[in-house]
C-alpha cells in the first residue's frame, strides 16, 4: 500500500473495511497502481445508444470478450459494464480486474427532454459477479432528479453495507438546461458537488467548459475571481468543490475524437488535478493495437510521465 493510496482512503473515514478494500484493490490495480490515478474502461453504450453506433467502428467489440480483454491487457483499474455484458465473460476473467456493474441505464429510443435511466440490476447481482463496486448516473437538473437521488440513496446505503464502493455518474441535463449548459463549469462542479453530497466513492463527470449557465453563479464567479478559462483551471474549479478534493473524480471521454486532441484533453486534466479518466468510445471503437497504445499514453500523462 502506497502512502498516496492510503491518503485517499483516508478521506472516507466513515466506509467500512469492505468499501475501503474495493476502493484500494481498484486504486492498486494496473498501470497505474499505487498513484492514487484511476483509468477505468466503461462499456455501457450498447445498452444506452445502440450496438451498431457503438461497436460499428470496431467489430471485434461487438464480442463482450473483447472489452475485458481490452481493459485487462492495456492495464486499466476497472472495467464497468451494465449485468448482461459482465455476465457474458465474468467468469472466464474472474479475479483477472476489478469489475463494476451499471446497475442503472437507459435507451435512446424515446427521447425526452427529462431523462430518467431504469434500475436494470441490483447489490445481489455485483456481488454475485465478484464486482468491487456499482455504478449509477444521475441527472442533476432533470425534472425526474429526485427520483434518481433517492434511489441511489438506497442503493448506495445496500451497496456500502456489502462492501461495495460506489461510482456515480453525475450528467446534468434537462430542459431548464440549454445544450452549452450541460458542460458548462457552474454546472460540472455543482453537479459534482451533488455526488458527492450523495456519498459517491468516486464521482464520474464530463470535462466542463468555459461557459457559464446560472446567472447567480457567473456573479459569484467574477466576483471572487475563479479561474476558468483553461481546462487545467477548470479541472482544478471541479475537484475543489468535491470537499476541498478529498473525493476521487474522473473524467469522461466523451464523443469520439482525434487522439492528438484526446492527449491534449487529458494532459489539462491531469495539470488541473484529476485523479483519472473513464474512457469508453474513445478506447473500444479503435482496432485493439490503437487502443492499448492510447491508453498506454494516458495512463503515463496521469502518472506524470508525459506532462511537459
Not at 27 to 53: C, S, W, Y
Not at 214 to 242: D, F, M, N, P, W
Request: aromatic share 8%; hydrophobic share 40%; with cysteine.
Amino acid at each position: 500500500m502506497t502512502p498516496r493510496v492510503r491518503e485517499i482512503l483516508s478521506w472516507y473515514g466513515s466506509e467500512n473495511i469492505g468499501v475501503l478494500t474495493n476502493m484500494a484493490r481498484m486504486m492498486n490495480t494496473g498501470k497505474l497502481a499505487g498513484t492514487g490515478k484511476l483509468v477505468i474502461l466503461p462499456v455501457d453504450q450498447g445498452f444506452e445508444h445502440g450496438p451498431a453506433r457503438s461497436f460499428a467502428k470496431n467489430p471485434d467489440a461487438y464480442d463482450p470478450a473483447y472489452h475485458f480483454e481490452l481493459a485487462i491487457e492495456s492495464g486499466c483499474n476497472a472495467y464497468a459494464a451494465p449485468v448482461g455484458q459482465l455476465e457474458a465473460c465474468a467468469r472466464d476473467f474472474a479475479g483477472e480486474i476489478p469489475l463494476i456493474l451499471k446497475v442503472n441505464n437507459s435507451d435512446v429510443l424515446f427521447g425526452s427532454k427529462a431523462p430518467i435511466s431504469a434500475l436494470t440490476s441490483s447489490v445481489d447481482d455485483a456481488l454475485r459477479l465478484g464486482c468491487s463496486g456499482i455504478g449509477f448516473t444521475i441527472y442533476p437538473g432533470s425534472q425526474h432528479r429526485k427520483q434518481m437521488y433517492e434511489e441511489i440513496a438506497q442503493i448506495s446505503q445496500e451497496a456500502k453495507k456489502a462492501g461495495l464502493a460506489v461510482v456515480i455518474w453525475s450528467y446534468a441535463r434537462g430542459e431548464q438546461l440549454s445544450k452549452e449548459g450541460e458542460t458548462g463549469i457552474d454546472v460540472i462542479a455543482y453537479s459534482a458537488h451533488i455526488a458527492a453530497q450523495l456519498g459517491a466513492n468516486i464521482i464520474k463527470v464530463k470535462p466542463p467548459t468555459a461557459h457559464i449557465e446560472q446567472a447567480e453563479a457567473k456573479k459569484v464567479y467574477e466576483a471572487q475571481g475563479i479561474k476558468v478559462s483553461t481546462l487545467a483551471q477548470r479541472t482544478e474549479h471541479v475537484v475543489k468543490s468535491c470537499f476541498n478534493g478529498k473525493r476521487v473524480v474522473i473524467f469522461s471521454g466523451g464523443e469520439a475524437k482525434a487522439t492528438p486532441d484526446i492527449l491534449e484533453e487529458v494532459k489539462q486534466l491531469a495539470q488541473g488535478g484529476a485523479f483519472g479518466s473513464i474512457m469508453g468510445r474513445n478506447a473500444f471503437q479503435r482496432p485493439k493495437k490503437e487502443a492499448l497504445e492510447l491508453l498506454k499514453n494516458v495512463m503515463e500523462t496521469f502518472a506524470g510521465k508525459t506532462l511537459n
